[in-house]
């Protein structure tokens, strides 16, 4: 009996090391790295759109740069009311260059219109539609905020220090109210930059960006309507943390999302400034039944040179998947000498559809410069 | 020119801090605690410390490889296929699968039996895993890298009276360490005529880590057992080193950029396990084992990172080089110590007229013998709701476990077993405490499908 084990022990151990050297061998396959289809709010932070995502006459990260005027301040405008589709109107505040370089904060005094056909890749040429042209307005006009509401387009800005709003039924030709619609909440302030948004349950609300004479700090300050036209019961924007605290906040730009375990939030991108630091763009946000507002633990965009003026657009990949799309008004990133509306995208991994540039002729298909 | 070399010089520092996010994250334990050793354990759910007895002794409970009746040798293999969702979608974890082998040899001294005892596992895509994730970048934590890690434990064990087994031994986790050096001239007019030399520098390291176990036999109905494993951490340093010159348009200036990445690329956390078999019947088992395990002790997967920049800069340069990063402090992930009961039954059906054993006290058995086995085994999730800025992904558990086999002749006799193991991880909700979060709520579910089968030959 010894002898037999004694036998089979080596040939047991062999043929037990070829079974597992097969085995082994033949098995490497294809690994997963589990970083598949995670979970991503689509609310920052944004990477500056490539050049291969705009047209071919853009240069990234510059979707809308008017051949002879300033444009900023974007309000981002789903052109068909059909959202899935990319057609795209941006209104933007202009100022005419009276010099080949206008200092950035020169004032505008016109709204203009300019199409896309994907959505970020804007013609050249905009169509102005809008000046000053009621008693109250000064010379100045900006922050245009573009609402569809039944079946008229909306346009609120801010002209002489309160909110106006013009109304449209082609989104080309719009009519002024003779009087504004929201006025300074006090004496010696100054409301910028309205911005609207639909809340769920019905009516609407309003963020303005609210300035004291004084020299303090701008803050955000909301109204609500039912109507869009009549706003009441101005609530500041107050936060549930210190890390704003001292800076400047402005030019709001609103939106209302569902998380995946159903609670709706508002998202408020704004305008920070601290101190002489190029402002950033900050993310506010706050579940609609609790108050107060959390901040976002960084920046969802800040480029070397700063950028002003948000605009958050949510839209759906050329995968399928949600993202969002900020543009944002202020230099290049890549050079301080080109001033522009700029795109960015949430999150970093989104795929766009192949860019549609109406070209510098304002076709599309048009010849790039 | 200033602004050239001040590019060149960022560059340089999100190389290497890229590099410092190669810093893989924690790979915790390894796949023996997560789908068993052996296709008798992983059938019976685990829940086997007090009645092991084959190879997997070496995992389960040291002690037992005392009773293995003689030599021998085993080997198998195992798979599982793991669909791991967050909001209903596939996240890709890599499934898991690898060799499984052991041996056993029993002897005498002073007439005292003793057993050694090796048990292994092997995961057949590579000896070790890296993988790079920021801190707040969702992942399976605990499914995602814990199989890529080889296990192998040596052990011994002495029945000093019939009625008591001890032993213990050590246990090896392995993986990788390594560091990284460039050095050399950087052309920002032409990067490609730069002469840069780089040094990979990696190693296959190891850490031991204890391991005990006791078993009492308490008559002819009861076994108790209790096992003792250590905590382990395989640390991993990666050192990046850049020094050399930026040659911006003829000016060279000396750079020295240093970046250093501490972690813990593996984690074991102490186990205690306490197993009660009952034998109510004959070839009839029926054991319960409870096993706490300290997930409290679990470090946080996300690297500390450090670096500095110096640069020694030609006067009148004017360049502004910007503040060295400050080192990464992840937040500690705070999970939970739990307790994990197993159930687990086994019934051998006999084919034949049982033969009394030549051995001496050993039961006669069959000349074919056809087991029947199931498990069932809870796990809830250590980790506590991720409503900060830490998304450590991970729900309860439930796995429930059937197995078969033969074993056939006497000596040596060939035992084939085979089993299956379906895991349930119901559905978790995350919500964040902050509406400005990033990742903000989500959901987590998971189905994990296993199979494999073992071969042992005792002679």
Redesign the interface.
Known sequence: ?KAR?AH??PV??AV??A??AC??CS???D???????????E???FRELRDDELGASHSSPIALRDGVRQARDVSIFDADGDPSTPATFAYAAIVVLKEKKAKPEAPTDRIARYASDDGRTFEKDGLEVLAPTQPWESETISGPCAVRAGGEIRLYYASGGSIGLATSSDGAVFASRSEPVVRPFREGSTLSDPHVVEMPGGGQRMFVTVTDDAGAPSTIVSVASADGATWTKPESVLMNGMELRGASLRSPSALVAT???G?D???LYVEVRVGDEPPAIQ?????LD?PG?????APVFAPRLGASSPEVRRITGADGRPAAMLFVSGPSSRTDDDWGISAAIAPGTAVLSPPIDRGAFGQAGGAPE | MPRRAKKAIRIARLALAALALAAPSVASAHAPGTFGLGSRGAAMGGAIAASVNDFSAGYYNPAALAAVPG?S???G?F?VDQT????G???????A???V?GIVAPGKIASIPFAFGLAAH?P??GLSRI?ALREG????ELY?TRPGVVFLAANLAIQPIPEIEIGGGMSFLAATEGSFRVTGTADLAAPYDSRLVHEVDADLTSVRYPQVGARAHLGELVDLALVYRGQAELRLAIDANLRGDVDAGGIRVPVEYSLSSRTVAAFLPQQVVLGTALKPAHRLIIEVDVTWVEWSAYPSPTARTAASLDVDLPPGLGLDLPPDVLPTDPLAPSFEDRFVPRFGVEWVAEIGEPRADRREGRPPRAPVEIPFRAGYVFEASPVPPQTR?T?YVDTDRHTVSFGTGVAFGE??RLALDGHLALSILPVR?T?K???????????ADGIMVGGGGT?T?A?
């Open positions: 009996l084990s089979r022990f047991a151990i037990a090391a079974c597992a085995v082994a098995t490497i396959g690994g997963g790295d589990g970083g598949e289809e995670l979970p991503n709010a609310l920052g932070p998380s995946p375990t609670r939030i508002l998202h993310l506010l946000s706050r579940f609790e507002w959390d901040v976002a633990n | 030599l040798l085993s080997v293999y798979g791991l969702r967050i909001d979608r596939d996240t890709d974890v890599e499934d699968h690898g060799v082998f092997l057949d895509r993988k970048v969702p992942r399976w995602d800025v998304n000596r040596p909700v919500e405490a902050s509406a400005a979060d990033f990742i903000g709520d989500y959901s071969a030959v002679f």
